[in-house]
């Protein structure tokens, strides 16, 4: 069964960083591609950054040079640290699996960040 | 940047009639690269169809998308009660590398 477990969200004051992290299990994590996905507080969906198995990354460009995606294959573990966060980056983040025709297959249950003073 | 829309923003319907949401890209959706998802309140996102027209594991059959190009569907043939929730469509291509629409919410009439 594929299991994604969220953490490392919590509040932060603007200008703060905060890393967040996704155990992974159930599927062979180093052949997958990854994202994290963002949901504001009664908004839609955003597509924050994008990982592949041999560590190709992409970003949004709302959060281009402030976010930055990695993984440890040996640790079947994904990463997003995230700094000069601003009152707009609160959000659920969801760590998520990349499946087929770049759909995403699998969803963690997100970790709610939240940027405040 | 492809955009895409979802139409309509709301739809108020019964338990038994067919839902039709739309979705549509702002340019081509390179390879039918189109998937749709069902979330409801408290939850995760859930995966229902994938390049275009492909159920994902485990979605029962009333659920069916189609389209190409710049134009697709999700069509729930009979609106079972766990069907009233929001839908999102979302492309997978170029920059950026993924889109979501703005979502569809289905709600009883």
């Known amino acids: 069964e594929v299991q994604l477990v969220e953490s490392g969200g919590g509040l932060v004051q603007p200008g703060g960083s905060l890393r967040l992290s996704c155990a992974a299990s159930?599927?062979?994590?180093?052949?997958?591609?990854m994202d994290w996905v963002r949901q504001a507080p009664g908004k839609g969906l955003e597509w924050v950054s994008y990982?592949?198995?041999?560590?190709?990354?992409y970003y949004a460009d709302s959060v281009k040079g402030r976010f930055s995606i990695s993984r440890d294959n040996a640790k079947n573990s994904l990463h997003l640290q995230m700094n000069s966060l601003r009152a707009e980056d609160t959000a659920v983040y969801y760590c998520?699996?990349?499946?087929?025709?770049?759909?995403?297959?699998?969803w963690g249950q997100g970790t709610l960040v939240t940027v405040s003073s | 940047e492809i955009v895409l829309t979802q139409s309509p923003g709301t739809l108020s319907l019964s338990p038994g009639e067919r839902a039709t949401l739309s979705c549509r890209a702002s340019q081509s959706v390179s390879s039918n690269y189109l998937a749709w998802y069902q979330q409801k309140p408290g939850q995760a996102p859930r995966l229902l169809i994938y390049?275009?027209?492909n159920r994902a594991t485990g979605i029962p059959d009333r659920f069916s998308g189609s389209g190409s190009g710049t134009d697709f569907t999700l069509t729930i043939r009979r609106l079972e009660p766990e069907d009233f929730a929001v839908y999102y469509c979302?492309?997978?291509?170029?920059?950026?590398?993924?889109?979501f629409g703005g979502g569809t919410k289905v709600e009883i009439k």
């Open positions: 390049g275009a027209s």
């Open positions: 998520v699996k990349m499946g087929s025709s770049g759909s995403l297959d699998f």
């Open positions: 990982i592949s198995g041999s560590s190709t990354i």
């Open positions: 979302q492309q997978y291509g170029s920059s950026p590398r993924l889109t």
């Open positions: 159930g599927f062979t994590f180093s052949s997958c591609s």
